[in-house]
């Protein structure tokens, strides 16, 4: 006679039949861990090992400060095809869309979906006061100094050795601190062009990337992204040769608004096409940190295989560590003493106070357990969203399978104007963010972005369900009940 299974795989077989059963359906939570050591009689850890066994395989997750729940099937919808842009150089006007969504942002009477900005609650907010009122005992004077260009050396070493996960050597000394991701994309720019320049994005892309190009004089050029494998090499290739690109512009890793990430030799490819153009690359790396990827790894940046200084590496904390921190960085490549010089003459310096308590959070071994808690949370909001569109938007709706972080870019079927939702929605407290707002042609009209930042809650899911009974009016249909 054969041995009995391990305890923990019997426990974990029970709730496995439960799931398998339906007993247990998609997005319901399992007993807590005590509560099924009370009515198994069996040890806290025995039922800790099951849950473990069953997040491996797939069949539940853990969802930070909430417990366990039986994860969801990826959403019987379609993604996007890949963008076709035009293939000219484009004025940016940014439209007032941006400013519209932005307003309601902060306003706890609208469920904010257009905005991408994190849940407060999500980070160990008290933690970082601690921290931040402890460091400045310590050092009496930061208060006093001005945080000169390029930053506080502990920081730009705790962002040195960061980089290491990301598959780059870099050395610090190189480094210079910024206000945020924005400000380093932004004198990157002013770095490599002067006003009328052509830059070429992806397309969709970041209306913020926009924002900066209009307030710099610069014009976009587009190219083709699709929504799994990013921007589209072959069109790159094209534009390089048919116009004169003085900077790309680019998010290998969970751009935004589509979640895209490159493959490796994509990225490295990527790399040599532009150094071999004399083209610079401006390498937004901000949601880099949230990959879904399931080893838990940071993805790989294009940095990593920059062999000539051609590639400037901007990244944040907004994301992953507060938001309310506004610390960012960038690598400048062989731009670093004309960034410095901008720096200086765009703000002074930095908040040595704040750079030097980022440093202490990066360096107590907090983080990478943070960021864990944020995948694992970001990527069951994006997978039970998933669910929720297949079920209620309007039939030919497509849905992007972000590679990270926390946002869709959803595409309605045509004749539905995601700008005309937006009127409607706002009249019922509802955000979203339009289409047209991440393309300086005013493309993507049946499209939006919706960002799942806030926790889940049902007054989320009824304002997710409400989007798609609005959008299916416009489609002329008949939402089902």
């Known amino acids: 006679m054969g041995e009995a299974a391990p305890l923990y795989h019997q426990v974990a077989d029970h709730i496995h039949e439960l799931v398998r059963a339906g007993t247990l359906r998609a997005g319901e939570r399992v007993p807590s861990v005590r509560r099924l050591s009370l009515q198994r009689k069996v040890s806290v850890s025995t039922v800790l090992q099951a849950y473990q066994k069953l997040e491996d395989i797939g069949v539940i997750e853990a969802r930070p400060q909430s417990g366990y729940y039986v994860k969801r099937l990826p959403a019987a919808v379609q993604e996007p095809a890949a963008s076709t842009p035009p293939r000219r150089a484009l004025t940016v006007e940014v439209n007032d869309l941006t400013e519209a969504v932005l ?34 005992r310590r050092d009496t004077g930061a208060l006093g100094r001005y945080g ?55 397309s969709p892309t970041y209306y913020g990337f926009l924002q900066i190009l209009q307030s710099l004089g610069l014009r976009a050029l ?21 116009h004169p690109v003085k900077a790309a512009l680019v998010m290998p890793n969970v751009s935004n608004p589509i979640g895209a990430s490159m493959s490796d030799a994509a990225k490295k490819r990527m790399v040599e096409l532009l150094a071999a153009a004399k083209v610079p690359l401006i390498e937004d790396h901000i949601y880099a940190d949230l990959t ?34 506004k610390v960012g960085w960038i690598e400048p490549g062989r731009w670093r003493d004309r960034l410095r010089m901008l720096k200086f003459v765009a703000s002074g310096g930095q908040n040595e106070l704040v750079e030097l308590t980022v440093a202490e959070l990066l360096e107590s071994g907090g983080y990478e357990r943070s960021l864990r808690q944020l995948r694992r949370h970001f990527e069951a909001q994006v997978d039970a969203a998933r669910g929720v569109i297949a079920e209620s938007f309007p ?41 047209p707002m991440f393309s300086a042609s005013q493309r993507y009209r049946n499209c939006l972005r919706i960002s799942l930042g806030q926790p889940a809650s049902e007054r989320q899911e009824r304002a997710l369900r409400e989007i798609g009974r609005i959008a299916h009016e416009l489609a002329g249909e008949k939402a089902e009940a």
């Not at 190219?223 to 790159?236: C, F, K, V, Y």
């Not at 940046?301 to 944040?316: F, P, Q, T």
């Not at 990270?404 to 995601?418: H, T």
């Open 395 to 435: 039939r030919g709706t497509r849905v992007t399978r972000p590679a990270g972080a926390y946002i869709l870019w959803i595409e309605l079927p045509k004749g539905c104007d995601s700008v005309a939702l937006l009127e409607r929605l706002l009249e019922r407290g509802i955000t979203i963010a339009p289409g």
């Open 222 to 242: 587009e190219i083709p992204t699709h929504p799994r494998s990013g921007i589209s090499l072959e069109a790159l290739e094209l534009a390089l040769a048919e």
């Open 103 to 136: 307003a309601y942002a902060v306003d706890p009477e609208y469920v904010a979906f257009g905005s991408a900005c994190p849940a407060p609650e999500l980070f160990g907010l008290e933690r970082i006061r601690r921290v931040l009122s402890s460091t400045a």
């Open 292 to 325: 879904f990827e399931s080893s838990g790894a940071s993805a790989r940046a294009a940095k990593a295989y920059d062999r000539d200084g051609n590639v400037m590496l901007c990244g944040s904390f907004s994301k992953t560590l507060a938001p309310g921190l």
């Open 148 to 202: 000169l260009p390029p930053g506080t050396e502990r920081l730009r070493r705790a962002v040195a050795r960061r980089a290491l996960e990301w598959g780059c050597r870099i050395d610090h000394r190189n480094l210079v601190t910024t206000t945020g991701c924005m400000e380093a994309i932004n004198l990157c720019l002013r770095a490599v062009t002067k006003p009328g320049d052509l830059v070429a994005l992806e």
